[in-house]
Antibody, heavy 123, light 105 residues
């Protein structure tokens, strides 16, 4: 069974740094991209970026480029999302999701999701 | 950037009836379109991918259609657990629509 287990809720002050995690199990971690998705309370889903654990190839949404860093540690099947200086506007639920590409059609989708990590940034 | 626009933002339907949700892409995404369902307090769940293929375990009352820039999610015989929020996502650059909330009439 595929599982993505995310780290717990965080409460931070503006300007602080943060790194949240997403631990994968039940499949070969290096074979699938992992994506991060933001959801501001009461709002919709926003794709932030995606990383391929096999070679750490990373792509960011233009909206999040330079604002966050996505990384992986293959040795422990874990993906990370980090901020160097949080803002109040970073307050949101953050989800990781496993990307699948179904061949031969090449259809892409996110089939398994973590439970979410709530990040609250407040002075 | 490919912009996804869902309509309507909310939809009132009676249980047992059919809901039709629309999703439009700002440029062609061919059949690279997925639909997700999100219940309150839960992570999204994949319903449809490749515009029309149901994900594993998804009931047959959920169906998707369309290609290019116009897509539809149809939910027939609405059950109580279906009155939640639905998102489309294009899977070329992964942007989501803003969501459609299906409410009980």
């Amino acid at each position: 069974e595929v599982q993505l287990v995310q780290s717990g809720a965080e409460v931070k002050k503006p300007g602080e740094s943060l790194k949240i995690s997403c631990k994968a199990s039940g499949y070969s971690f290096i074979d699938n991209y992992i994506a991060w998705v933001r959801q501001v309370p009461g709002k919709g889903l926003e794709w932030m970026g995606i990383i391929y654990p096999g070679d750490s190839d990373t792509r960011y949404s233009p909206s999040f480029q330079g604002q966050v860093t996505i990384s992986v540690d293959k040795s422990i099947s874990t993906a990370y999302l980090q901020w160097s200086s949080l803002k109040a506007s970073d307050t949101a639920m953050y989800y990781c999701a496993r990307h699948v590409r179904e061949l031969p059609q090449g259809w892409d989708y996110f089939d398994d999701w973590g439970q979410g990590t709530l990040v609250t940034v407040s002075s | 950037e490919i912009v996804m626009t869902q309509s309507p933002a909310s939809l009132s339907v009676s249980p047992g009836e059919t809901a039709t949700l629309s999703c439009r892409a700002s440029q062609s995404v061919r059949s690279n379109l997925a639909w997700y369902q999100q219940k309150p307090g839960q992570a999204p769940r994949l319903l449809i991918y490749g515009a029309s293929t149901r994900a594993t375990g998804i009931p047959a009352r959920f169906s998707g259609s369309g290609s290019g820039t116009e897509f539809t999610l149809t939910i027939s015989s609405l059950q109580s657990e279906d009155f939640v929020v639905y998102y489309c996502q294009q899977s070329i650059t992964w942007t989501f629509g803003q969501g459609t909330k299906v409410e009980i009439k």
